[in-house]
């Protein structure tokens, strides 16, 4: 089963940019769909982004389609999450997930996706 290491987040001014990344290992990387969630303080965890296996199709939350871009390497083992136009609201921990079922499925498995990353938080504030 693949594990999942994020990096990048952190603090951003209302309107800046950020990106996280997300690496698996331990098993193939492209077997796996890919999304990012997100949980604010007192929130439940909602799906942000999610990819297919071979990146061809990707699906977005209304709150960040447009500002937020989802992408993959398959032969780096890496997702992506690039971050526009930041706002208050998206000041969140984010959490990538991988799974081997369908991304429309991703966020009604939450409680049974095949792996998570450990959580990196996004503040933006000025």
């Known amino acids: 089963q693949v594990q999942l290491v994020e990096s990048g987040g952190g603090l951003v001014q209302p309107g800046g940019s950020l990106n996280l990344s997300c690496v698996g290992s331990g098993d193939t990387f492209s077997r796996y769909a890919m999304a990012w969630f997100r949980q604010a303080p007192g929130n439940e965890r909602e799906i942000v982004a999610a990819i297919t296996y071979t990146g061809t199709r990707t699906l977005y939350a209304d709150s960040v389609s447009g500002r937020f871009t989802i992408s993959r390497d398959n032969a780096k083992s890496t997702m992506y999450l690039y971050m526009n136009n930041l706002r208050p609201e998206d000041k969140a921990t984010y959490y990538c997930?991988?799974?081997?079922?369908?991304?429309?499925?991703?966020?009604?498995?939450?409680?049974?996706?095949?792996?998570w990353g450990q959580g990196n938080l996004v503040t933006v504030s000025s």
């Open positions: 997930a991988a799974d081997r079922s369908a991304i429309a499925n991703m966020q009604n498995r939450q409680g049974n996706l095949d792996a």
